[in-house]
């Protein structure tokens, strides 16, 4: 019984992780990065559908994106919503390929950057801090109900804590990879 809770909480901390790593490839860390795309839709006959579904999108340079829609009445479309989107950037289109430039990041956005990071890092830290709280509680209850004894429960807590180290330790080492990245010039 308690081994179903070490596992679903375990697979929820892979879950956080994986939500973290996907907003890290969000983030425009002055080149090209076809992920950034990933949140932005487009209108293809009335569905939303994501960028990459109606587009090649290819990264020539380290700098520069090019993205040739499959169908070129979309060629529009997909420069207006890249342009509607949050993420700052401005593409050029010749009718049939699109390009984004990626113009070098300042230090100064770097460093802000970097606190979005330590940001969104210390957020995750804290909801895996709340999954082992949940999962101690569950622990608690379990031994509450007389399911299992003292010393199982404070195993079982104890291995609560060595996941929850082992995931925190994981953020911290995504945290830094993404700040050296962000930091390289």
């Given at each position: 019984m308690t081994k179903e809770v070490l596992i679903s909480?375990?697979?929820?901390?892979?879950?956080?992780?994986?939500?973290?790593?996907?907003?890290?490839?969000?983030?425009?860390?002055?080149?090209?990065?076809?992920?950034?795309?990933?949140?932005?839709?487009?209108?293809?006959?009335?569905?939303?559908?994501?960028?990459?579904?109606?587009?090649?999108?290819?990264?020539?340079?380290?700098?520069?994106?090019?993205?040739?829609?499959?169908?070129?009445?979309?060629?529009?479309?997909?420069?207006?919503?890249?342009?509607?989107?949050?993420?700052?950037?401005?593409?050029?289109?010749?009718g049939v390929i699109i390009r984004i430039a990626f113009p070098q990041?300042?230090?100064?956005?770097?460093?802000?950057?970097v606190k979005e990071v330590y940001k969104k890092a210390e957020s995750d830290k804290v909801a895996i801090r709340n999954l082992r709280r949940d999962g101690n509680e569950q622990i608690k209850k379990i031994e509450k109900d007389k399911l299992i004894t003292e010393d199982e429960s404070k195993k079982t807590q104890e291995e609560m804590q060595k996941l929850t180290d082992k995931y925190i330790k994981e953020i911290d080492s995504i945290a830094a990879a993404k700040e050296k990245e962000l930091l390289e010039v």
């Open positions: 909480h375990e697979e929820r901390m892979k879950k956080s992780i994986e939500i973290l790593k996907k907003e890290y490839a969000n983030m425009r860390a002055g080149r090209a990065n076809p992920h950034i795309l990933d949140k932005i839709m487009v209108d293809y006959y009335g569905t939303p559908t994501a960028i990459n579904q109606v587009a090649n999108v290819t990264i020539p340079e380290a700098r520069l994106m090019t993205i040739q829609p499959w169908e070129k009445t979309m060629t529009a479309v997909i420069e207006k919503a890249i342009l509607k989107s949050d993420l700052g950037i401005n593409p050029s289109s010749d990041l300042t230090k100064e956005r770097r460093q802000e950057l």
